[in-house]
């Protein structure tokens, strides 16, 4: 399965794809993005079974990535991974077709139990 963390913070990236490994969700590919621009070029070319993006990012945003793929037809699994979550972001990203937003901090176990469901 292939799994895409965009995130402009390489640190963030690493820490995301520590807690997939964490909650159980080693073995995958991971493929990665340091802004929405670099994530939907990427997509295109090789769709990922996945998507976990954070919300504020230069060149351009999650929900404008997500936005993106939906103008394009590609529907993968998509949900954020952000420091903020208010309910009118929350509201948003379902609008938008997220399938989750998970808060930062986060944990294995809060990564276990939104991802299972999408994770093979």
């Known amino acids: 399965m292939k799994i895409m963390v965009v995130d402009d913070s390489k640190a963030m990236r690493m820490i995301v794809m520590k807690t997939l490994r964490d909650a159980g969700f080693s073995g995958h590919d991971i493929i990665q993005a340091g802004d929405g621009k670099e ?3 990427l ?3 090789d769709r990922p079974d996945l998507v976990l993006c954070d919300w504020n990012m230069p060149n351009m945003t999650g929900p ?3 936005a993106a793929l939906k103008d394009e037809n590609i529907n ?3 949900g954020f991974v952000t420091t903020e979550a208010t309910p009118a972001m929350k509201e948003q990203a379902e609008e938008l077709g ?3 937003l998970i808060a930062k901090p986060f944990t294995a176990d809060t990564f276990e139990e939104t991802l299972s ?3 093979r």
């Open 39 to 41: 994530a939907l070029d």
């Open 43 to 45: 997509i295109l070319e």
């Open 64 to 66: 404008e990535l997500l």
């Open 76 to 78: 993968p699994p998509f």
């Open 98 to 100: 997220a399938r989750f």
């Open 117 to 119: 469901a999408y994770i």
